[in-house]
C-alpha cells in the first residue's frame, strides 16, 4: 500500500525558513515524479512544485525563486525547503504522487503556519 | 482567482443528478491537456475521482462520471448519497504557465 508521510511543518516568522519531509513507501519511489500541492484554510488547492524522476524541478510563479524541491531515492524521501516565507504561504501542505494520469496518492498533509 | 472556473457550490436531493462544470482556457483544457478530478472530505486529504477526462480508478463508483469538450470539463454524479457531500476539484496542466492548475473547488451539499 502506498503511504506518504509528511513532517517538518509548524510555526515560523515571517522572513523565516523551514523544511518539509516526506517519507514515501509501498511503491518504488524513484520511478515515479512527486509534488507538493498545499491548501490555505477553507481554500482551494495550489501546486507548489514538481520534481521529475531525473531530477527535473518546477515551481509556480508565486513560490519560484523562494522554495526549492528535492529528493533523495535511497531514503524514499522527498523534501521542501521553504525560505523568506510570507503570511501568504501558510496552509496544510500536502506531499503526491504523480501516478501518470492524476495524483494518485496523497499524505495527510502538514501544516505550516507563518505568523509574528 | 483560480486559472480554472468552477461553481462554488452545486447541491441535490439523495437519488439525484448533479454536475460540475470547470471551465478553462485555450492554454489548458482548450489546448488538448487532461483534466482530473479530486474529491476531499470534510477533514481529509484529496482522492483522485476522475483521471484523463472520463476513467475512473479503481474503486470509485460508477455513479461518478466525467466528460471534455473544448475548453471545459464536466464531472457529474447520479444517485446522489449523503456521502457524497464533499468538495471536488478538476485539475489540468497549463502551457503559458508551464504547470498544474486547479479549479477553485465546488462544495456540494446533498439535501
Known amino acids: 500500500e502506498v503511504h506518504l508521510v509528511e513532517s517538518g511543518g509548524g510555526l515560523v516568522q515571517p522572513g523565516g525558513s523551514l523544511r518539509l519531509s516526506c517519507a514515501a513507501s509501498?511503491?518504488?519511489?524513484?520511478?515515479?515524479?512527486m509534488h507538493w500541492v498545499r491548501q490555505a484554510t477553507g481554500k482551494g488547492l495550489e501546486w507548489v512544485s514538481t520534481?521529475?524522476?531525473?531530477?527535473?524541478?518546477y515551481y509556480p510563479g508565486s513560490v519560484k525563486g523562494r522554495f526549492t524541491i528535492s529528493r533523495e531515492n535511497a531514503k524514499n524521501s522527498l523534501y521542501l525547503q521553504m525560505n523568506s516565507l510570507r503570511a501568504g504561504d501558510t496552509a496544510v501542505y500536502y506531499c503526491?504522487?504523480?501516478?501518470?494520469?492524476?495524483?494518485?496518492?496523497w499524505g495527510q498533509g502538514t501544516l505550516v503556519t507563518v505568523s509574528s | 482567482q483560480s486559472v480554472l472556473t468552477q461553481p462554488p457550490s452545486v447541491s441535490g436531493a439523495p437519488g439525484q443528478r448533479v454536475t460540475i462544470s470547470c471551465t478553462g482556457t485555450?492554454?489548458?483544457?482548450?489546448?488538448?491537456?487532461?483534466v482530473h478530478w479530486y474529491q476531499q472530505l470534510p477533514g481529509t486529504a484529496p482522492k483522485l475521482l476522475i483521471y484523463?477526462?472520463?476513467n475512473r480508478p479503481s474503486g470509485v463508483p460508477d455513479r461518478f462520471s466525467g466528460s471534455k469538450s473544448g475548453t471545459s470539463a464536466s464531472l457529474a454524479i447520479t444517485g446522489l448519497q449523503a456521502e457524497d457531500e464533499a468538495d471536488y476539484y478538476c485539475?489540468?496542466?497549463?502551457?503559458?504557465?508551464?504547470?498544474?492548475?486547479f479549479g477553485g473547488g465546488t462544495k456540494l451539499t446533498v439535501l
Open positions: 485539475q489540468s496542466y497549463d502551457s503559458s504557465l508551464s504547470g498544474s492548475v
Open positions: 509501498g511503491f518504488p519511489f524513484s520511478n515515479y515524479d
Open positions: 485555450s492554454s489548458n483544457i482548450g489546448a488538448g491537456y487532461d
Open positions: 484523463d477526462n472520463s
Open positions: 520534481i521529475g524522476i531525473t531530477g527535473d524541478t
Open positions: 503526491v504522487r504523480d501516478g501518470g494520469s492524476g495524483y494518485d496518492s
